[in-house]
């Protein structure tokens, strides 16, 4: 907490929960300079500090690769677990069948997510699990020195000359298309939109799943590349703009002319798009991947909220399950009683 | 027809003038998968524990859901031995596929009860054969036709019961029993019960010399199978998350597990206290169990060979990031798919050694119902007393086969959540390092997800980490860990179940088996003795690592026979890995792997070969 001290020294600025940022910082990077997952870690510090989310409230989950190393370069007072090549989605569902009043943040790679991964990626998406599944994608494996990934764009060139004549994976469309229920793709480089998506997807009730074009500077950011800033900055076409509106954020921000799409959260914030096509609709599902499908055909790289739905229960809503954490329910209610057996064994005689 | 033909010759001694053969022999029904005679060998497997008398069932089945044959034989012993027999003395034919061959494998003296069609007479002299027109009686009885099919069975309990003498009255109330309200399904099925039982006191004289006789050895006993009783364990235990995937023979875990959570585990408001999930595959059954092991809840899943293969990644990183959670392998036959419906010992090795590096697990080997219930819930005191997966090894014949057992003791102690760290305690320390051996016994303390203190994160990781959990690439820190680790492993040794002594003389020959190999030795060891005049010590061993008492048995027995299930002799190989080397040398093997569950006379005949004897 800012305590107020005598000397002149300011008083750092401090959440609604009265943290200052710094609390909400992690280890020292160890990726390269100016990886785009560095940007979407210092995004997410700052989102979890705007929302005022309380720390030890947030698990951190991974899989296997650069991205899945970059949440020890967040939050160091978030409980954290760096699982095994592409399984951050199990590993999640079991911490969160543990304890679901956590809010659950999984950082997991383009490699990690829709190859090794693809199994249960598709799992936790059509269950709705209650987390933020975010996709670092670089469209390469930068641990093992630069091969092309699932989501690299066909046509796309290694640094090697290798060209992928292979379709990418649509991460978002499939994600949409099996149930999750607030997906959207940003850019490690647009800070502004990134955040808000952060915010806006703190705030929602089921699975939301970004996919983030995070450019390797090392492997995949060259002439030739389709996932490389250049690219992407000449390339990137956003859909709409999020502006995100905590409830307990006095300020009401003014996103200035064009449609405001309103969403009411689950916690009583309001997500606010704004759409700069007049046909979007983000709760319409079919459209949804229409758009995506079209923007594929036209080499384009949509940007924003594809998909919203507030309304569709939860895995854990499914289960219906008491309120606390079943982790640490009590012997009373998780040991039945000496009669229960009793009677079971009366029952076998 | 008016008598059951006697083929024996007078010149061999007529069966009828035979010693009557009492509750000692064994019963082989012999039906077609799908066709619903599981309730009616139930029915006639209760009634015979119904009259006293020592019984277990085997359920022979094919992997398939309906078509092929499946046989069921339950063995009646005065003497209390619930093992399998080779040869079962009476048959009921009711399969067309199968009836020559199963006719032909009859024992001299034996009963042939069949399906008069079938006319098995022409293919043996030396059996007593019992021809039954059960299209006829079940069509008498049962006007719906669909139904006939399932009634049938019934009818073949009272043939039955009729000619080994069973008390209809206690036929009667096991049936009762068995559709407790329905009393119209209960009706139906006594009545071809009693069809069945009339029919043969009307036609038949009996000419074979077995029956049921009453006895006093059941009283108070229970008849359940080992994967009911794990999940029953589990549920003891407090279980809360539970993830699997369908694999036969440990489906049956998960069900009755799933069975009485709902039962116990519903709040007044309608609310489950716990979630059970069927994964996508095995691999994400095990990584939900350590991701919920590792916020704190205590996480099961069950599974069989090949679900244990595609655990071993998974496994290892519970190892490494010590992290508690139980997985119940019901062996079945391997390599690869293997024979999925048949029993085996096979997987000892790979799931003590379950992942690459230097990984090794708990293991825990349950040799009996009761045990399957007690060491179901141990697993889940010792997976979070030493922060790492526990595996439970049962195998088919005992976790899908009915057995008798006496009841379950409720557990007498309270659970054990091991070493974890609270908000006060993080208070009171200023801190703490998720993997330092602050106690000495190789076990660091860990903090849950959620708990409130600044100090108590700390990042979980399958890498390499020091002792306060970051991330490592130094020799000498790497090490550290490791060291710890063996040392947590070896510090295992006495906290796992201790051996059972079953035979204590002073024997220079020692035998040492584990699990359902229990069954069979136990009456080989009396074959022995009354045969041979042998008499030999036997120790059974209840988890890997091994506890000293082992080292000490082997150390005072000249020779050492290990019995097992499996083709490689692997709970023998894994004691020469861990006995000292002038040791090693005392071990020899008896191995049995060809499915069917191990028989007593398979080991005695072995021994005896082996021992020149």
């Not at chain 1, 383009?110 to 709705?128: E, P």
């Not at chain 2, 490689?568 to 190989?573: R, V």
């Amino acid at each position: 907490m800012g305590t107020a001290t005598a000397n002149a020294t300011p008083t750092p600025k401090v959440n609604h929960i009265g943290l200052p940022i710094l609390e909400y910082r992690g280890g020292k990077t160890t990726l390269c300079a100016g990886c785009g997952h560095n940007a979407i870690s210092e995004r997410i510090v700052e989102a979890m500090f705007e929302m005022g989310v309380q720390p030890e409230r947030v698990m951190k989950m991974s899989g296997i690769g650069c991205s899945s190393k970059s949440p020890a370069y967040f939050m160091n007072r978030s409980h954290a677990f760096n699982s095994v090549h592409g399984r951050m989605a199990s590993v999640s569902t079991g911490a969160i069948l543990a304890n679901h009043t956590m809010t659950t943040l999984g950082v997991s790679g383009d490699g990690d997510t829709a190859s090794i991964g693809m199994g249960q990626f598709v799992h936790l998406m059509r269950r709705n699990l209650p987390m933020i599944y975010i996709i670092e994608d670089n469209g390469v494996y930068g641990l093992t020195k630069g091969q092309f990934s699932a989501t690299a764009d066909i046509g796309s060139k290694l640094k090697t000359g290798v060209i992928n004549d292979l379709p990418a994976i649509d991460t978002c469309a499939l994600a949409i298309q099996l149930g999750a229920t607030f997906v959207g793709r940003s850019f490690s480089g647009d800070k502004k939109q990134l955040l808000s998506m952060l915010k806006a997807a703190i705030a929602h009730k089921g699975t939301v799943m970004l996919d983030v074009i995070s450019p390797c500077v090392t492997f995949n950011d060259h002439e030739g590349s389709t996932k490389s800033y250049k690219f992407m900055q000449e390339n990137d076409e956003p859909i709409n703009e999020i502006g995100f509106v905590a409830s307990f954020d006095e300020i009401d921000v003014d996103y200035g002319s064009g449609q405001v799409y309103e969403v009411e959260m689950h916690d009583g914030s309001n997500l606010r798009l704004r759409k700069l096509r007049e046909d979007y609709d983000p709760t319409d599902k079919a459209n949804a991947v229409r758009t995506l499908m079209e923007s594929h055909n036209n080499y384009e790289i949509l940007t924003g909220v594809f998909y919203i739905d507030t309304q569709k229960p939860t895995f854990i809503d499914l289960l219906n399950v008491v309120d606390e954490p079943l982790a640490t329910l009590p012997e009373a209610l998780t040991r039945p009683p000496k009669q229960a057996l009793d009677a079971l064994m009366a029952n076998l005689q | 027809m008016a008598t059951g033909d006697l083929a024996l010759g007078q010149e061999q001694g007529a069966i009828s003038v035979r010693e009557r053969v009492a509750n000692d022999f064994s019963i082989n029904v012999a039906t077609v998968n799908g066709s619903g005679s599981q309730s009616a060998n139930s029915v006639l497997l209760k009634s015979i524990f119904g009259m006293g008398v020592p019984v277990s069932g085997k359920n022979l089945f094919p992997s398939n859901i309906a078509g092929l044959p499946t046989w069921y034989t339950i063995r009646a012993s005065k003497e209390g031995y619930v093992a399998r027999t080779r040869d079962a003395e009476v048959l009921v034919a009711l399969n067309p596929d199968t009836a020559r061959e199963d006719a032909l494998a009859l024992p001299t003296g034996g009963v042939a009860i069949y399906e008069e069609k079938l006319n098995l007479k022409q293919y043996r002299e030396d059996v007593v054969f019992y021809p039954v027109p059960f299209d006829a009686i079940t069509a008498a009885i049962c006007p719906e036709a669909k139904l006939r099919k399932l009634v049938k069975n019934m009818v073949y309990v009272g043939v039955v019961a009729q000619l080994l003498r069973i008390d209809l009255g206690v036929v009667e109330s096991g049936l009762r029993n068995q559709f407790a309200k329905k009393v119209k399904v209960f009706e139906l099925n006594f009545g071809a019960v009693k069809a069945g039982f009339d029919y043969a006191a009307e036609k038949f004289t009996k000419q074979d010399p077995f029956v049921i006789e009453r006895m006093n050895r059941t009283a108070g006993k229970i008849i359940i199978d080992g994967n009911a009783a794990a999940g029953m364990g589990a549920v003891f235990a407090g279980v809360t998350v539970v993830a699997w995937y369908p694999i036969t023979p440990s489906t049956s875990v998960v069900e009755a597990t799933a069975d009485l959570l709902k039962k116990f585990r519903v709040t007044p408001e309608g609310k489950a206290t716990f979630a059970v999930v069927q994964a996508e595959d095995e691999l994400a059954a095990i990584g939900m169990v350590l991701g919920a092991g590792w916020a704190g809840a205590r996480s099961m899943t069950a599974t069989s060979g090949p679900g244990i293969s595609l655990m071993t990644e998974f496994s290892g990183l519970g190892y490494y990031a010590e992290i508690p959670g139980v997985i119940f392998d019901v062996q079945r036959t391997g390599p690869s798919t293997g024979m999925p419906t048949r029993t085996s010992q096979a997987d000892l090795l790979s799931v003590a050694f379950l992942s690459h590096g230097d990984t090794k697990h708990i293991v825990l080997l349950p040799g009996s119902v009761k045990e399957c219930f007690e060491l179901g819930y141990a697993a889940f005191d010792l997976a979070e007393r030493l922060q790492t997966p526990v595996f439970v090894l049962s195998d088919l014949d005992l976790g899908m086969n009915n057995w008798m057992s006496d009841p379950f003791d409720y557990p007498s102690t309270p659970l054990d959540r091991g070493k974890v760290l609270t908000a006060e305690d993080l208070d009171r320390l200023g801190g703490f390092a998720r993997y330092r051996d602050v106690d000495g016994d190789g076990i660091g303390w860990r903090t849950l997800p959620g708990t409130l203190h600044p100090k108590a994160a700390y990042f979980t990781r399958g890498s390499g980490h020091n002792d306060a959990a970051g991330y490592t690439e130094k020799p000498d820190e790497y090490v550290a860990v490791m060291d710890r680790l063996a040392r947590k492993f070896e510090n295992a040794r006495k906290l796992v179940p201790g051996p059972v002594t079953v035979r204590d003389g002073s024997s220079k020959i020692g035998f040492l088996a584990y699990g359902s190999t229990d069954f069979a030795l136990r009456e080989s060891l009396d074959q022995i003795e009354k045969e041979y005049g042998q008499d030999v010590d036997y120790m059974r061993i209840r988890a890997y690592p091994f506890a000293h008492e082992i080292h000490d048995f082997v150390a005072s027995h000249e020779r050492v026979y290990v019995v097992e299930q499996d083709r490689d002799a692997q709970l023998a190989s894994l004691l020469k890995l861990d006995l000292p080397a002038d040791q090693v040398t005392k071990l020899r093997s008896i191995l049995h792997y060809n499915g069917l569950p191990l028989d007593a006379r398979t080991v005695t005949e072995e021994f005896a070969t082996k021992e020149g004897l």
